[in-house]
């Protein structure tokens, strides 16, 4: 197989890091699989070489990622300037899973307050490579998880050489360790959707070295897919079976989870990950949208099969964006109770300009 990384861009980030000490790996709001487990695994792999780390996320963990962590991590929303004053010493800043700046909303003016050398690692199209000083960014690839797996394997050889030639002082590092592992293996399978899609030969190469290195696999599925609580399924049932609208006109599917129902099913971030992706089950729906409701903003999800891609649509009339067939976004200023007649005119005349272009 090609490299998956290129080796002079692993040597820029190898040759950074290695001039710092204190550095900081920042993630995106309502954080998921994937930016936990990347940015837990890369505190993990830049403490043995000799780093001090720290993880800013804009908002929440979900509980049901927290069996990734020990070390705290730093949660800017709602305590910004205490996050600013922890992460004052700060000497790089390693961005992952997201592609731009403005996608962390206010927690944008922390990274821009820090005056040093940025990195990013991730696997959304078009970065804004004017915000970073290495790019390590790959569309091709399933997760941030993954490239940061490549890249770890591209560092610890220039590492190892270092210490074999006597440039470094330490210890040759064998393979990664498990905590590592386990949080790469969690990224990757939980932004495959459980190897449902964005799934390349360099993907299994990955989990079947993360297997070999002994992760638990059984235990990591058991802990993202098997450890609901009773609430989630319920509130899966209701969503199915009463408030799933279909257009099959349009091929589209809409679910709306409004705060009331929210209250009724004791919901709580996390609940409805993977949620949007059920209606893709039937066969003539090609694309669909879940919708939260939120005090002041709606949070967007939107996902397709097929030949249809929704990142566009995301950008165009839900303020956001994402990766062809998994986007999402946020509305503001539209009643709740108009989301789903807005989703689906949104949708009729985005599929009529395409149709026209
Ligand atoms: P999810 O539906 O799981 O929240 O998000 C799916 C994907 O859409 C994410 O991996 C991310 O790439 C993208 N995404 C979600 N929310 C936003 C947003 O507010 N802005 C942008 N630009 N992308 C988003
Ligand atoms: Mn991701």
Not at 13 to 33: C, R, T
Not at 185 to 206: E, H, R
Not at 216 to 225: C, E, M, T
Request: some cysteine; overall charge negative.
């Amino acid at each position: 197989m090609e490299e998956v990384i290129d080796k002079s861009l692993a040597r820029k980030a190898y040759e950074l890091i290695g001039s710092v000490h204190n550095v900081l790996l920042v993630g995106h709001p309502n954080p998921d699989g994937d930016c936990i487990g990347s940015t837990t695994a890369m505190r993990g792999f830049l403490t043995e070489l000799g780093c001090n780390v720290k993880i800013l996320v804009p908002t929440r963990i979900p509980e049901y990622l927290h069996f990734l962590y020990k070390e705290p991590i730093l949660q800017y929303n709602p305590d910004p300037e205490g996050c600013i004053e922890k992460s004052r010493n700060t000497e790089l800043v390693i961005c992952m899973d997201f592609n731009k700046l403005s996608r962390i909303d206010n927690a944008a003016q922390l990274v821009e307050g820090l005056k040093v050398p940025r990195i990013l690692i991730d696997h959304h199209l078009n970065p804004e490579a004017g915000e970073f000083d290495v790019l390590i960014s790959k569309c091709d690839i399933s997760s941030a998880s993954e490239v940061a797996y490549w890249l770890m394997l591209e560092i610890m050889e220039l590492y190892n050489n270092d210490i074999r030639s006597g440039k470094k002082q330490g210890k040759i590092m064998e393979r990664l360790n498990m905590e590592i592992s386990t949080s790469l293996y969690t990224g990757m399978m939980t932004d495959t959707n459980n190897f449902d899609n964005s799934v390349y030969p360099s993907t299994y190469i990955m989990a079947s070295n993360l297997l070999s290195n002994g992760i638990d696999r059984d235990f990591i599925q058991w802990s993202i897919y098997n450890a609901y609580r009773e609430n989630r399924v319920r509130l899966m049932g209701y969503l199915t079976g009463e408030n799933m609208k279909i257009d099959y006109s349009l091929g589209a599917s809409c679910m709306t989870l409004g705060s009331d129902i929210q209250q009724k099913y004791d919901f709580s971030d996390g609940d409805t990950e993977g949620m949007v992706n059920i209606p893709l089950t039937i066969k003539d729906v090609m694309i669909s949208g879940f919708f939260t409701q939120y005090n002041d903003v709606i949070r967007v999800s939107l996902r397709s099969k097929g030949k249809y891609t929704v990142n566009g649509l995301a950008a165009k009339y839900f303020n956001g964006g994402g990766h062809p067939r998994a986007a999402g976004g946020r509305l503001y200023g539209i009643p709740f109770e108009k989301v789903e007649e807005y989703f689906f005119n949104s949708l009729r005349e985005y599929i009529s300009q395409m149709t026209t272009e």
